[in-house]
């Protein structure tokens, strides 16, 4: 059992995501960051899929009532399990009643961060529904009684994988994904984006700015996107649009002007034009970019696109065999 003491600006539990039902309007949710999940997972032999704890600018305490093991992945919050420090993609164990707290934004002192995501080995375990134990905070079901979590909330975890010699094993981690030097801190964020299907529709000014233009994440951000303020996106003509179906990445450009990025918990149609998509390689960047960041669009086309997702399927591959060779029960 985990006891929730503070939950900070939003927690929730989340897997990689509820797939298969957009044809009944159905986002895919999950979390925000796949990757970081996943390799949360691996750290305490969960399988990839398992349900963790979304975390939104840290500031967030709970409580470990029985013995088990955890990891973080993603942003760095200062962590400290009873005073310890817990780096991003570290696996430790944890005794009954240990503490973990995690500091604010810019608690860590380097890149300022606004997620990660805390897995603990067996999962959390709350009933699935349509498939998925993540939470949809629009609708309302899903994860921890379909809401964010609150102070006192007690969630259960699962049967781990795990034997007790090895949730015991000294701390070990693992090389996260790579940023570039400078990102996120001295220089904006780098996402790869591909044309949109109404990427003509825009005047040539509003396209060349699109790539050249340096963006910010506004506060007016969640889980359903990531609103931009820039340059302002012409289109050659305003006209209404038929609904089209959008995916985590698109990016959308309303009546202002000003883009939307849209992420797992966007709606499954929209009638705003698309002027382009992050690629699926890159959204876990865009998970973890903090509120008033900078960011950098850069054009690719669907060879870079493909050649980005190989590189991070290498990448994973790579975790998997380190962890194989050190007889760890990680499971995809």
């Known amino acids: 059992m985990i006891t929730i003491l503070r939950p900070g600006i939003l927690a929730s539990v989340q897997d990689l995501g509820r797939h298969g039902h957009r044809q009944l309007g159905i986002c895919p949710g999950g979390a925000l960051d796949t990757l970081a999940l996943t390799l949360a997972n691996r750290l305490v032999g969960n399988p990839d899929g398992a349900a963790g704890l979304e975390i939104t600018l840290g500031n967030c305490e709970l409580r470990f009532d029985a013995a088990t093991r955890i990891a973080l992945a993603g942003d760095d919050f200062s962590a400290r399990l009873d005073g310890r420090p817990l780096w991003p993609c570290w696996s430790v164990a944890v005794e009954a009643g240990q503490v973990l707290r995690l500091g604010g934004a810019n608690a860590s002192g380097g890149k300022p961060g606004l997620r990660t995501w805390l897995a603990v080995a067996g999962g959390i375990d709350v009933p699935p529904v349509l498939g998925s134990r993540s939470t949809d905070l629009k609708a309302g079901f899903g994860g921890f009684e379909g809401r964010a979590l609150q102070k006192n ?9 795990l034997d007790e010699a090895r949730r015991m094993r000294r701390p070990f981690g ?6 570039a030097e400078g990102e996120g801190r001295t220089e904006p964020i780098s996402l ?22 340096e963006w910010r994440i506004t506060t007016q ?4 996107g990531s609103r931009l303020a820039g340059t302002e996106l012409k289109r050659r003509r305003q006209a209404d649009m038929l609904s089209s179906a959008v995916i985590p990445g698109t990016i959308q450009v309303p009546p202002s002007g000003q883009p939307i990025i849209l992420m797992g918990d966007a709606q499954t149609t929209g009638g705003y034009p698309r002027i382009g998509v992050v690629i699926r390689a890159d959204l876990w960047k865009l998970a973890q970019a903090p509120l008033n960041g900078r960011l950098r669009l850069v054009e690719v086309d669907a060879a870079g696109a493909r050649a980005a997702w190989e590189a991070q399927q290498l990448y994973l591959r790579q975790v998997a065999q380190g962890l194989l060779a050190a007889e760890w029960p990680a499971q995809t």
């Open 153 to 161: 909330d007690e969630l259960a975890v699962g049967a781990s994988a």
């Open 174 to 179: 693992l090389r996260p994904p790579g940023w």
């Open 192 to 213: 790869r984006v591909m044309q949109g299907p109404e990427y003509e529709q825009f005047l040539v000014a509003a396209r060349a700015a699109l790539w050249s233009g």
């Open 221 to 224: 951000s969640n889980r359903m």
